[in-house]
T-cell receptor, first 115, second 114 residues
Framework: EPEVTQTPSHQVTQMGQEVILRCVPI?????FYWYRQILGQKVEFLVS????????KSEIFDDQFSVERPDGSNFTLKIRSTKLEDSAMYFC?????????????FGPGTRLTVL | AQSVSQHNHHVILSEAASLELGCNYS??????LFWYVQYPGQHLQLLLK??????LVKGIKGFEAEFIKSKFSFNLRKPSVQWSDTAEYFC????????????FGGGTRLMVKP
């Protein structure tokens, strides 16, 4: 069964550094998402992406964040200058279409630790 | 803005016990409802979803959930749990006027004792 994959599984960085989290969505999917979960808190929506542009974004997704689909398979989340409070588990998800009934398939997550 | 509440943060059951996990949401319009499960060390997987029709939805591994619109609830049930059901369970809502974003509850960690 096709799966969403994410690399790395764990990223440790210094505050102020840039990080790029990588996702490979399921191959025939067209809509891509990033969510995050700070330890002990809820999973929160960050951004959705379709046709090479952002469809929606939350208040969390400020100018420090950006997303890109640099090629036909990868979907990346960049944090320009990491802060301590960016430490969280970051999940990528994808769906085939934007239909209301579509299931979002999630990757295993990248644990980001900012020191 | 919509929100989702899962009242049980931790549940411990013995094998063969019945399970009911609560999920309530706050949003007055039409919603799509989901339960996801995360087994230890694995990614979020869809257990079941409701978007219209029969409010009693059956999912994988013997799970079911009932949408009660008047109570804004979508509780997850299983008549007889197994040790392999040990996992974290997340309720999520997509409001039809909120694009594709999912709003998650805080999760319920279930431990089933053999």
């Amino acid at each position: 069964e096709p799966e969403v994959t994410q690399t790395p599984s764990h990223q440790v960085t210094q505050m102020g550094q840039e990080v790029i989290l990588r996702c490979v969505p399921i191959s025939n999917h067209l809509y891509f998402y990033w969510y995050r979960q700070i330890l002990g808190q809820k999973v929160e929506f960050l951004v959705s992406f379709y046709n090479n542009e952002i469809s929606e974004k939350s208040e969390i997704f400020d100018d420090q964040f950006s997303v890109e689909r640099p090629d036909g398979s990868n979907f990346t989340l960049k944090i320009r200058s990491t802060k301590l409070e960016d430490s969280a588990m970051y999940f990528c998800a994808s769906t085939t279409t934007s239909g209301d009934t579509d299931t979002q398939y999630f990757g295993p997550g990248t644990r980001l630790t900012v020191l | 803005a919509q929100s989702v509440s899962q009242h049980n943060h931790h549940v411990i059951l013995s094998e063969a016990a019945s399970l009911e996990l609560g999920c309530n949401y706050s949003y007055g319009g039409t919603v799509n409802l989901f339960w996801y499960v995360q087994y230890p060390g694995q990614h979020l997987q869809l257990l079941l979803k409701y978007f219209s029709g029969d409010p009693l939805v059956k999912g994988i591994k013997g799970f079911e959930a009932e949408f009660i619109k008047s109570k804004f609830s979508f509780n997850l049930r299983k008549p007889s749990v197994q040790w392999s059901d040990t996992a974290e369970y997340f309720c999520a809502v997509n409001a039809n006027n909120a694009g594709n974003m999912l709003t998650f509850g805080g999760g319920t960690r279930l431990m089933v004792k053999p």
